[in-house]
């Protein structure tokens, strides 16, 4: 039941993220903004349960999912502008959801019998999976490409909750400080702008420093 509640938390989260990012970098009408809100939310839970065989995914076989992933969608449909007014909305959700999804997606993966290296990956996959779709669809270079600090904090976050279960250390409240560890490396990278090691004479972009353009930035668009 805990794991329910924690993977619907995450898809509540990721759906608010990817249905606020579509309304503010893209035009979309309702329809667009369900679609990527949905998208965000459920696709790296898809991935996961198809690389591990689980058909089909839980997405279609509990309609919890997709009720709490159009319901997140809906609500930032609904009072969006009022969100985008408040200080990092999306870079805020964001984080929530990558934190819950990595550690449960790490959790799933163990209980279907996968490796601790292999768990801790898929849940990477988990947590970092359903953006990257929607950022394609939106024509965006994908966040876990481009910003050193998304797919790292995942990676902290389910292979910490591996290691603990291999501890004997599976309870919540320990779990819980796997995703909170995830959640703070998130913001505290965002708000200080950390990144992930690149090329000597290169940026993120590709290219050097004198001939690259700026990195496309969806926090700096308004609708």
Same mark, same amino acid.
């Given at each position: 039941?805990?794991? @329910?509640?924690?993977? @619907? ?14 309304? =503010? ?17 459920? %696709? ?9 065989? =689980?058909?089909? $995914? ?7 999912? /997709? ?6 969608? /809906? ?10 007014? @408040? +200080? ?27 490796? $601790? ?13 359903? %953006? ?5 669809? #939106? %024509? ?5 490409? +481009? ?16 290691? /603990? ?25 965002? =708000? ?11 940026? #993120?972009?590709? %290219? +050097? ?13 308004? $609708?």
């Amino acid at each position: 039941m805990v794991l @329910l509640v924690v993977d @619907l938390v995450g898809t509540f989260a990721f759906a608010l993220n990817g249905a606020l990012t579509a309304i =503010r970098t893209v035009r979309v009408d309702i329809v667009g903004v369900l679609v990527l809100g949905l998208v965000t939310a459920t %696709g790296g839970g898809i991935v996961r349960d198809v690389l591990l065989g =689980r058909l089909p $995914p839980s997405t279609f076989t509990d309609w919890r999912y /997709l009720a709490t992933a159009a319901a997140g969608s /809906l609500i930032a449909f609904l009072i969006g502008r009022r969100l985008e007014r @408040l +200080s990092g909305a999306i870079d805020l959700f964001d984080a929530i959801g990558l934190s819950f999804f990595a550690v449960n997606g790490a959790l799933t993966a163990l209980a279907a019998g996968a490796g $601790p290296l292999q768990a801790t990956l898929l849940g990477v996959v988990t947590a970092v999976g359903g %953006g990257t779709i929607r950022d394609v669809m #939106i %024509g965006q270079v994908p966040t876990v490409l +481009s910003s050193g600090l998304y797919a790292v904090p995942a990676a902290v976050a389910s292979g910490g909750a591996v290691g /603990l279960m291999s501890a004997g250390l599976g309870a919540w409240p320990f779990l819980t400080v796997a995703a909170a560890a995830c959640f703070a490396f998130r913001m505290v990278g965002l =708000r200080r702008g950390w990144g992930a090691p690149v090329p000597r004479g290169h940026d #993120i972009g590709g %290219g +050097s420093p004198e001939t690259a353009t700026k990195k496309h930035d969806p926090m700096s668009e308004r $609708p």
